[in-house]
């Protein structure tokens, strides 16, 4: 009489392992994006579009949503053509969706940078990855992306 074992399948199978992007790596690449895009627009909206900084100064609601909207939309293409931003390149990180593993579609990754704008206003949003063991700020979490090592 032959014994057939019959192997269970447990939903930590079923999950596949990511190399999460360190808190660090995540950092130095958002530093490298602030220099390489938010700069760029930054200089344009206050030098060019208001005048300097005593326009920006008279207009600031107008001048900040002129700096982020062109952010957050330059970033969502950067992650929907290449999965990466200039700083996420340098330090091979990719953002993917967490359900596929693939990357995001474009309305997840918009969602993703308008939830990033809160997380940094709040602090808290950015704060989370230091509590966390796979690094996920808030607008990971809404959006259920990560940002993982290539």
């Given at each position: ?17 990511r ?18 895009l ?26 900040w ?20 931003t ?12 967490e359900?596929?593993?693939e ?11 308008f ?6 206003f ?11 063991k796979?690094?996920k700020t ?13």
């Amino acid at each position: 009489m032959k014994h057939k074992s019959k192997k269970k399948k447990t939903i930590s199978a079923a999950i596949p392992k990511r190399r999460y992007a360190t808190k660090l790596t995540k950092f130095k690449a958002f530093l490298i994006d602030n220099f390489m895009l938010l700069m760029p627009i930054m200089y344009v909206v206050f030098y060019l579009i208001m005048g300097g900084r005593s326009g920006f100064a008279e207009h600031k609601l107008y001048g900040w949503v002129a700096i982020f909207l062109p952010l957050i939309l330059l970033q969502s293409i950067f992650f929907y053509r290449w999965g990466q931003t200039p700083g996420y390149k340098a330090y091979n990180i990719k953002l993917i969706d967490e359900t596929t593993g693939e990357k995001p579609n474009f309305g997840i990754i918009l969602f993703r940078n308008f939830c990033a704008l809160l997380s940094f206003f709040t602090i808290f949003g950015w704060m989370m990855m230091f509590f966390r063991k796979d690094y996920k700020t808030l607008h990971d979490l809404l959006s259920n992306t990560a940002a993982v090592d290539i």
